[in-house]
């Protein structure tokens, strides 16, 4: 299997700066029920259901699933007692993401040098080991419901290790005999890593978290779209895309912005308890094709686009690509069009990607599932096409 991450290794991160990323540590979501959880995304999205801790090592307040497929890591965390902060966050906002984890070489000490930086802790800094190793975690605030949590690990906890299926933390056993993993590695998804985290934050609240992440995370605007880009006759939005430093990771974030009808972003905060959070995670595959056909197979509900999409989709990216001298798009444009999947180019190259519809009742959280040929964008091109698709579905919500 090809590299998984562009992450850097330890040694060439820079010691001086705490909040140097490694990784994306992993993606914690809170579930109602993580046991379900974990069969819909290993059904659906081919994921492995690697790792859990539960009743059964000894939680007795909550327990949390360890999912895996390529680079990427999601923990599904469901309350076992009524008064488990996770269960009222399930309540306030239904299924979601939490936390986007972050590895650092020294968790005290990032979760210290961003607290001087202006952010505030969601928790302090807290370490569990064994005779194996040791993994300490702390954790700050973002937008609304969601947190970082910054993770350090030794010994056998090590990323590295981890990666190869080691034990996760102190208090995870492995999953033991679960059908569908055997099933998933015969069937692979090819998924490979988180190449994006969006934000949904409140009217007029961009701009606060854009320099948030300058501030306290000492991450760089990387690109930015306004209305003009990205509204369609009823519903707008705007975003900013901010970027870590060595662009480990990307967090746009959208504000909604005004227009004749609802905005998406505004639907979305709506129906999470009129808070911000994470509304997407873009997963980063090598071939767009496969891992589209793939999920379409296994019953993934994908955003629809109207056939008239395609009749100026090749022309458009086409003519951008030969402007800047790049090879036009190699992947079968009628396998394109049957898998209903959008691309768009830039001046860098092309992508592919394509966005489930909502992941749960609510319409809150989906994925987008990337490939990259060249193009670090985020698909501009697509934008007004998509968001009359997303109309359409707000429509049937009755929420538009
Ligand atoms: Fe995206």
Redesign the pocket.
């Known amino acids: 299997m090809s590299s998984l991450s562009t992450a850097p290794t330890a040694d060439s991160l820079s010691s001086t700066d705490p909040l140097m990323l490694v990784d994306v540590d992993h993606v914690r979501f809170y579930v109602g029920n993580a046991k379900q959880a974990a069969f819909f995304y290993a059904s659906a999205f081919g994921f492995q259901v690697e790792q859990v801790s539960d009743l059964t090592t000894g939680s007795r307040t909550s327990a949390q699933y360890l999912l895996t497929q390529g680079n990427i890591r999601f923990i599904l965390e469901t309350a076992l007692t009524s008064d488990h902060p996770v269960a009222e966050e399930c309540r306030k906002y239904g299924d979601g993401v939490k936390d986007v984890a972050l590895t650092v070489l020294d968790a005290e000490r990032a979760w210290e040098q961003a607290r001087r930086n202006g952010g505030e802790s969601a928790y302090e800094p807290r370490t569990i080991s064994d005779a194996n190793g040791s993994v300490t975690m702390a954790g700050i605030k973002t937008y609304g419901r969601a947190i970082h949590s910054f993770v350090s690990r030794t010994g056998a906890y090590a990323l590295p290790n981890i990666k190869q299926g080691a034990t996760f933390a102190p208090g995870f056993r492995p999953m033991g005999t679960f059908s569908l993993n055997a099933w998933n590695k015969a069937n692979p998804c090819g998924l490979k890593f988180v190449?994006?985290c969006?934000g949904n934050v409140e009217l007029g609240k961009m701009n606060h978290w854009v320099k948030w992440y300058e501030d306290v995370m000492g991450f760089k605007m990387f690109k930015h779209f306004d209305e003009k880009d990205i509204s369609t006759e009823y519903s707008a939005l705007m975003s900013k895309v901010m970027a870590s430093g060595n662009h480990l990771i990307k967090m746009?974030i959208n504000e909604p912005a005004a227009g004749k009808k609802k905005s998406q972003i505004q639907e979305y905060l709506e129906w999470h308890g009129m808070a911000a959070g994470v509304q997407?995670l873009?997963l980063r595959t090598d071939d767009e094709l496969h891992s589209v056909a793939e999920l379409r197979r296994r019953g993934v509900d994908f955003l629809a686009l109207p056939d008239a999409y395609y009749e100026s989709v090749w022309n458009r990216v086409d003519t951008m690509l030969r402007q800047h001298g790049h090879e036009v798009v190699k992947e079968d444009h009628q396998r394109v069009k049957d898998l209903g999947i959008l691309v768009d180019a830039d001046d860098e190259g092309y992508l592919l990607?394509l966005?489930t519809k909502p992941l749960q009742d609510r319409p809150t959280l989906f994925f987008?599932i990337?490939c990259r040929r060249g193009s670090q964008s985020?698909?501009k091109g697509n934008f007004k096409a998509l968001f009359e698709a997303l109309e359409i579905e707000q429509e049937r919500r009755g929420n538009l």
């Open positions: 190449d994006h969006v746009p997407h873009a990607q966005f987008e990337i985020f698909g």
